[in-house]
């Protein structure tokens, strides 16, 4: 049985994005306290301690079966401002995927979290898997990310 305080007591910001139909759920605010440094070790902390959050942003009422998540945090890493921790359905906890990271990088720069650069947006993201290289085509007249590349 699920305590009401434990797992409704705090609010998330997100924004739901998908990448050629494959959906995200990114969580941008509320999550900043995980435990670890590197992406890595709060992909474990989160695994092991909190998987409670993955059910709420995916199940039933409020996701579905094909959802997926990512929660967005600022990286330790000398390289990387920003990184993320994919949770998907099953308990799955990936150290890196493609779509997911469209849409994370996407969400970031649209945003403003990332200062968009006209025509082209040059970073990196950390992930559990490490450092990811991101070159993203954007249009600033429209606030919009046209292309991702990694």
């Given at each position: 049985m699920f305590s009401s305080t434990k797992i409704f007591s705090k609010q998330f910001e997100t924004i739901d994005c998908h990448c050629c139909g494959e959906p995200a759920r990114v969580v941008v605010?509320?999550?900043?306290?995980?435990?670890g440094v590197t992406m890595a070790e709060k992909r474990t902390y989160l695994m092991e301690n909190m998987d409670y959050i993955r059910k709420i942003l995916l199940l039933e009422p409020r996701g579905y079966p094909c959802q997926n998540a990512d929660i967005v945090f600022k990286s330790q890493?000398?390289?990387?401002?920003?990184?993320?921790?994919?949770?998907?359905?099953?308990?799955?906890?990936?150290?890196?995927?493609?779509?997911?990271?469209?849409?994370v990088v996407t969400a970031l720069i649209e945003t403003g979290r990332i200062p968009m650069q006209d025509p082209l947006t040059q970073f990196k993201v950390e992930v559990p898997g490490?450092?990811?290289?991101?070159?993203?085509?954007?249009?600033?007249?429209?606030?919009?990310?046209t292309s991702v590349t990694f």
């Open positions: 605010s509320g999550l900043e306290n995980v435990h890493h000398k390289e990387a401002e920003w990184g993320f921790v994919i949770l998907e359905q099953g308990k799955i906890y990936p150290a890196m995927s493609g779509h997911n990271t469209i849409c490490g450092l990811i290289d991101i070159r993203a085509v954007c249009d600033s007249k429209k606030n919009k990310v």
